[in-house]
């Protein structure tokens, strides 16, 4: 520990969660590096962090991004490295070994890794222990997606078995999850996906979605909270733009509660629910940091100092009977950027995928208000620490102007 502090280093510095983070230990008076992979990264900006490292974009180079990290723990003595995104921590896995007595990874072991990554295995360790699912196929080859088609009812989803694929020279490959509307449909979607991963099929379970979030020792819940998304980019299922913190379900608590028990798993994690007119449905199980997790420090669970004292300082002894609850329900939060791209997309009626239920235009109207809603947080402002929001504004603006941009060429090479 560099004089006397604790000294952690916090990847994806330009994401709102990072930031939660930095500031989160900074405010204790540990000392933390930011690093990213560009040099303009909002958490760069903060009052909190000390020091500041650019590595290689990962899912270009993942090897030189791990080489960078590595040479960054050993420059600064670091003691407990987290990544925060898939795109690090899985090279960062990959390369573990290599961080052996240097620093502390806060990540899971790699069976716990593949259990939560794959998400086959995550609905088969799911249906074992009770919790519900949607009805699922693994296939791999369009023949196979075609045969089973007539089990479901269309819209079919078709999720890729792993959302991201590493290979330490070409990169990282990210996948994401599609729908089809008919077997016509069925054929064109699965013809991306055939010889690069095998994909489920899965009935659609229209519903809320619900995140129940967890810092767990050895399988062992130290403390819960629960989060509802309110608005999703895109429009028709995907990261939360707005949430707000609800009262923890026991029944969404109790299947999550097994399946972190089963895993034996340590450190953080969330558990996605869809809840639906059928009831909940488990979605998938999110092994890394989560992109609300400001909503829940402003709600007064402060998840990132919690993890590093438990990485770092170890379990409370004895464990608790039950999980620490304590926090405010009813705060809301909006990752600023996402939420603006909401509004223009529901104000255009623009939507990927048209035969899925989407908010009315009235809905954009009612919440653009709360844009300017003090009462309604944003992941990147803090009182204390203004500067990242600060330079939010322009960066947001010039995401916007080169999303257009895109738009209008690839409209122009289409006609």
Same mark, same amino acid.
């Given at each position: 520990?560099?004089?006397?502090?604790?000294?952690?280093?916090?990847?994806?510095?330009?994401?709102?969660?990072?930031?939660?983070?930095?500031?989160?230990?900074?405010?204790?008076?540990?000392?933390?590096?930011?690093?990213?992979?560009?040099?303009?990264?909002?958490?760069?900006?903060?009052r909190y962090a000390a020091e500041r490292v650019v590595y290689p974009a990962p899912w270009h180079a993942p090897?030189?991004?791990?080489?960078?990290?590595?040479?960054?723990?050993?420059?600064?003595?670091?003691?407990?490295?987290?990544?925060?995104?898939?795109?690090?921590?899985?090279?960062?896995?990959?390369?573990?070994?290599?961080?052996?007595?240097?620093?502390?990874?806060?990540?899971?072991?790699?069976?716990?890794?593949?259990?939560?990554?794959? @998400?086959?295995?995550?609905?088969?360790?799911?249906?074992?222990?009770?919790?519900?699912?949607?009805?699922?196929?693994?296939?791999?080859?369009?023949?196979?997606?075609?045969?089973?088609?007539?089990?479901?009812?269309?819209?079919?989803?078709? @999720?890729?078995?792993?959302?991201?694929?590493?290979?330490?020279?070409?990169?990282?490959?990210?996948?994401?999850?599609?729908?089809?509307?008919?077997?016509?449909?069925?054929?064109?979607?699965?013809?991306?996906?055939?010889?690069?991963?095998?994909?489920?099929?899965?009935?659609?379970?229209?519903?809320?979605?619900?995140?129940?979030?967890?810092?767990?020792?050895?399988?062992?819940?130290?403390?819960?909270?629960?989060?509802?998304?309110?608005?999703?980019?895109?429009?028709?299922?995907?990261?939360?733009?707005?949430?707000?913190?609800?009262?923890?379900?026991?029944?969404?608590?109790?299947?999550?509660?097994?399946?972190?028990?089963?895993?034996?798993?340590?450190?953080?994690?969330?558990?996605?629910?869809?809840?639906?007119?059928?009831?909940?449905?488990?979605?998938?199980?999110?092994?890394?940091?989560?992109?609300?997790?400001?909503?829940?420090?402003?709600s007064g669970m402060d998840f990132p100092a919690r993890l590093a004292d438990l990485l770092l300082n170890g379990?409370?002894?004895?464990?608790?009977?039950?999980?620490?609850?304590?926090?405010?329900?009813?705060? @809301?939060?909006?990752?600023?950027?996402?939420?603006?791209?909401?509004?223009?997309?529901?104000?255009?009626?623009?939507?990927?995928y048209p035969f899925l239920a989407a908010p009315g235009r009235s809905e954009a109207l009612t919440a653009l208000?709360?844009?300017?809603?003090?009462?309604?947080?944003?992941?990147?402002?803090?009182?204390?620490?203004?500067?990242?929001?600060?330079?939010?504004?322009?960066?947001?603006?010039?995401?916007?102007?080169?999303?257009?941009?895109?738009?209008?060429?690839?409209?122009?090479?289409?006609?």
């Amino acid at each position: 520990m560099s004089d006397g502090r604790p000294t952690v280093l916090v990847t994806d510095a330009d994401r709102g969660s990072a930031l939660a983070i930095i500031r989160s230990l900074g405010r204790r008076g540990w000392r933390v590096i930011a690093a990213g992979g560009q040099e303009d990264c909002l958490g760069f900006r903060s009052r909190y962090a000390a020091e500041r490292v650019v590595y290689p974009a990962p899912w270009h180079a993942p090897a030189a991004m791990v080489a960078t990290l590595l040479d960054a723990a050993r420059s600064y003595d670091v003691d407990l490295l987290i990544p925060v995104t898939d795109d690090v921590l899985l090279p960062l896995a990959a390369a573990r070994e290599q961080f052996a007595g240097v620093c502390r990874l806060a990540m899971p072991d790699d069976a716990q890794l593949t259990a939560v990554a794959d @998400k086959w295995q995550t609905l088969a360790l799911a249906r074992e222990l009770g919790v519900p699912v949607p009805r699922s196929h693994l296939v791999e080859t369009v023949a196979e997606a075609h045969a089973l088609a007539a089990e479901f009812s269309w819209p079919v989803v078709i @999720k890729p078995q792993r959302s991201r694929l590493v290979d330490a020279t070409s990169g990282v490959d990210v996948l994401e999850v599609a729908y089809a509307t008919s077997p016509t449909d069925l054929v064109r979607v699965m013809s991306r996906f055939e010889g690069r991963c095998a994909v489920l099929l899965q009935e659609y379970c229209p519903g809320e979605g619900h995140g129940v979030e967890l810092l767990a020792y050895e399988g062992h819940p130290l403390a819960a909270f629960q989060h509802r998304r309110l608005h999703e980019v895109p429009i028709t299922g995907g990261a939360s733009s707005l949430r707000q913190s609800v009262a923890l379900d026991p029944t969404l608590y109790e299947y999550s509660r097994r399946l972190v028990a089963a895993l034996k798993w340590t450190g953080l994690i969330m558990v996605e629910f869809k809840v639906g007119p059928g009831g909940p449905h488990l979605m998938e199980i999110n092994g890394r940091i989560w992109g609300s997790l400001p909503l829940a420090v402003f709600s007064g669970m402060d998840f990132p100092a919690r993890l590093a004292d438990l990485l770092l300082n170890g379990p409370p002894s004895p464990l608790p009977a039950a999980p620490d609850t304590d926090y405010r329900v009813g705060v @809301k939060a909006r990752n600023l950027e996402k939420e603006v791209v909401w509004l223009l997309a529901v104000l255009i009626g623009r939507r990927r995928y048209p035969f899925l239920a989407a908010p009315g235009r009235s809905e954009a109207l009612t919440a653009l208000p709360g844009l300017f809603d003090p009462r309604i947080r944003s992941d990147t402002f803090a009182g204390d620490d203004p500067r990242p929001a600060l330079a939010e504004l322009p960066k947001i603006a010039r995401n916007l102007l080169r999303k257009r941009s895109r738009a209008s060429q690839r409209k122009g090479e289409t006609s």
